[in-house]
Nanobody, 120 residues
Framework: QVQLVESGGGLVQPGGSRRPSCAAS????????MAWYRQAPGKERELVAI????????NYADSMKGRFTISRDNAKNTVYLQMNSLKPEDTAVYYC?????????????WGQGTQVTVSS
């Protein structure tokens, strides 16, 4: 059974930092690209950042570039999202995603999300 468990959310002041993490189990972690998405109240879920299976390639949504850093530790089956210079508009539930495709088969798993609230 695949599980993605996010942690590290919480309340943070504007300009502050937060580093949620996502621990994966039940899958061959090093074979999956990992991503963080977020969903703010009343808005659609959006991609925040993605990292390749070996960590050699990353990509970010434009509004996160320079502020957020995605990383992974394949030995610990964990992916991280370092968030700096946080703004109130970064308030959202942050979700971890694992994705892989082999031939015609796709594997797509989601965590339950962790709330990040940016407020003074």
């Amino acid at each position: 059974q695949v599980q993605l468990v996010e942690s590290g959310g919480g309340l943070v002041q504007p300009g502050g930092s937060r580093r949620p993490s996502c621990a994966a189990s039940g899958l061959t972690f090093g074979s999956y690209a990992m991503a963080w998405y977020r969903q703010a109240p009343g808005k659609e879920r959006e991609l925040v950042a993605i990292i390749s299976s070996n960590g050699g390639s990353t990509n970010y949504a434009d509004s996160m570039k320079g502020r957020f850093t995605i990383s992974r530790d394949n030995a610990k089956n964990t992916v991280y999202l370092q968030m700096n210079s946080l703004k109130p508009e970064d308030t959202a539930v942050y979700y971890c995603n694992a994705y892989a495709a082999w031939g015609s088969f796709e594997y797509d798993y989601w965590g339950q999300g962790t709330q990040v609230t940016v407020s003074s």
